[in-house]
């Protein structure tokens, strides 16, 4: 490399090392980055330098590193404003440059229903089923039933939040971005008021993988990945046979099962080996995935043990009584003076309100964690349809992030072997999506967590009708808040929910409000 500068220091080439294995050299002039020469000579310059260095023998190829802005990324506005902020910590945009899922694989999502005319939903929706056997859980006056949408009686959001983070349509213009945004969703109800029980949930499963159920019917296409946000106290410390002889026949149909650890890592029982154990989380041949904060240390709540696999963004808080089915609150937690902690939960789709309007909101749980597992999955399964189970489950491991900061002191090394890499409170360490799917679509990609964008902005909405507005920037990876203020004249606001501007002139902006601030040119 020094020699190939030494060579073309007439255009003051400068070349920076390949910054991962099989990855490129980047090579610039110094002053590439001059604005002031116009557009049409710097392309001329770059092509110059192209050609020049096409002449080298030692040269395999040169391409060149267009710049490109955030419309590659999808223009959701909840992703636009940063509320999204766990796609980057996993490395999902890396991901998307080679697929954002294809709408041939299914991901069954079985959990407490879903609202089947949510718009960032119903693109991506297929027909699923009813396993709601107990007609006073239900709550839709009846038991199995071919309808898996969420009564309105029952008011709990934990399907279809946990849908959307898979696979909320991306692109569109409104709400969130899901982790595989073209792929299809199967919702099957098997939670309701009174939770679910655990022959409900294996009926469920069977159906999701086009088994032999009660219901005497088969969905058209079977699931590729099935989603599990749920879970109760394991008997004896073990998997029940009717569901692990239910896991073995699903996994060897090279159906992939992923399934939420448990909140239950500050409960009275834990110490600092392990939590008390959730089924199913505690069978084998699942993918159990504990969850982090946004600052990359483990959720106090999340279960922790030797069956944990891998660690996804779950959130700092979550509430028990909605783990198990009861119904959450219909409005958004208050926001705190810190953007860092106020959406340090995982926004998701809420049922559709009773005005008709898309509703979002913020939970915090493992629940929201294995979304994140299983709509990475539903990408790799995109990219390479023939993966088996275990590849799908080796991948996720060998390329898990390891830079995470524990509660707990963490073993001097974890070891390179796949299922050797074991630490009771991350597993294999934080969810890779972006080396993930190129390891599993055969090509290199750096190992490093994709840096957060600085662009979430919170406010003080308190009295819009001052002379300016005291704004403050945050990196999410940096709690340090770089305050400022802007006359009112120079901003303007867009209600996330309705994806629409905010008037000034109202005054004020009810404070349980998302909002995002964007600065005019």
């Not at 090509?443 to 994709?450: A, G, N, Y």
């Not at 001052?466 to 709690?479: A, C, L, V, Y």
């Amino acid at each position: 490399i020094k020699e190939l500068e030494r060579r073309h220091t007439d255009i003051g080439l400068i070349i920076q090392p390949p910054a991962y294995e099989d990855g490129p050299a980047i090579a610039h002039t110094q002053d590439y980055r001059n604005r002031e020469v116009p557009t049409e000579t710097g392309m001329a310059q770059t092509r110059k330098i192209k050609t020049t260095l096409e002449t080298e023998t030692r040269i395999q190829h040169v391409v060149l590193s267009q710049y490109v802005s955030e419309s590659a990324l999808p223009n959701d506005s909840l992703y636009k404003c940063g509320f999204q902020y766990a796609h980057n910590l996993i490395n999902l945009p890396r991901a998307w440059e080679i697929t954002t899922g294809s709408p041939a694989i299914i991901v069954a999502v079985i959990d407490t229903g879903i609202d089947m005319n949510h718009p960032d939903l119903k693109d991506n929706l297929i027909p699923g089923y009813d396993f709601v056997s107990d007609p006073d859980s239900a709550l839709d006056g009846d038991g199995d039933d071919p309808d898996p949408t969420t009564p309105p009686l029952f008011g709990n959001f934990h399907g279809t939040h946990v849908a959307g983070i898979i696979g909320a349509k991306g692109n569109n213009g409104i709400g969130i971005a899901g982790v595989a945004w073209n792929v299809k969703i199967m919702p099957i109800r098997v939670l309701g008021i009174n939770g679910g029980t655990s022959t409900d949930i294996v009926e469920g499963m069977r159906y999701a993988a086009g088994l032999p159920n009660r219901s005497n019917t088969l969905p058209p296409i079977a699931a590729h990945v099935i989603n599990m946000s749920l879970g109760g106290p394991a008997v004896d410390g073990q998997c029940d046979p009717e569901t692990a002889h239910a896991i073995y026949r699903i996994t060897s149909r090279g159906i992939t099962i992923v399934v939420a650890m448990g909140n239950d890592g500050d409960k009275p029982g834990a110490d600092k080996h392990s939590s008390p154990i959730s089924h199913p989380a505690v069978c084998d041949g699942v993918i159990a995935v504990g969850a982090i904060t946004d600052n990359l240390i483990k959720s106090g709540y999340s279960s922790f043990g030797k069956h944990i696999d891998l660690v996804a963004p779950g959130g700092t808080s979550a509430s028990r009584e909605n783990y198990y089915g009861f119904p959450f609150q219909d409005s958004i937690p208050k926001v705190p003076d810190s953007i860092h902690n106020s959406y340090a939960d995982i926004v998701s789709t809420f049922r559709v309100g009773a005005d008709g309007q898309a509703k979002y909101g913020w939970l915090g749980g493992t629940s929201m964690a294995a979304p994140y597992v299983s709509g990475t999955v539903a990408l790799m399964k995109s990219i390479s349809p023939n993966i088996s189970p275990f590849d799908i489950e080796q991948i996720l491991k060998k390329t898990a992030s390891h830079g995470l900061k524990e509660s707990e002191p963490r073993p001097e090394k974890l070891s390179d072997l796949m299922f050797n890499c074991y630490n009771q409170f991350i597993g294999c360490g934080l969810l890779n999506a972006g080396a993930a799917v190129a390891m599993a679509a055969g090509k290199s990609t750096p190992l490093t967590v994709s840096p957060t964008p600085i662009h979430s902005i919170a406010f003080n909405n308190s009295g819009l009708d001052k002379s300016d507005i005291p704004i403050q920037i945050f990196d999410m990876n940096d709690t340090t808040a770089r305050p400022f203020s802007v006359p009112v004249t120079n901003v303007r606001a867009v209600d996330l929910v309705t994806n629409s501007p905010i008037p000034w002139a109202s005054a004020t902006v009810h404070p349980l409000e998302k909002s995002c601030i964007q600065l005019e040119p």
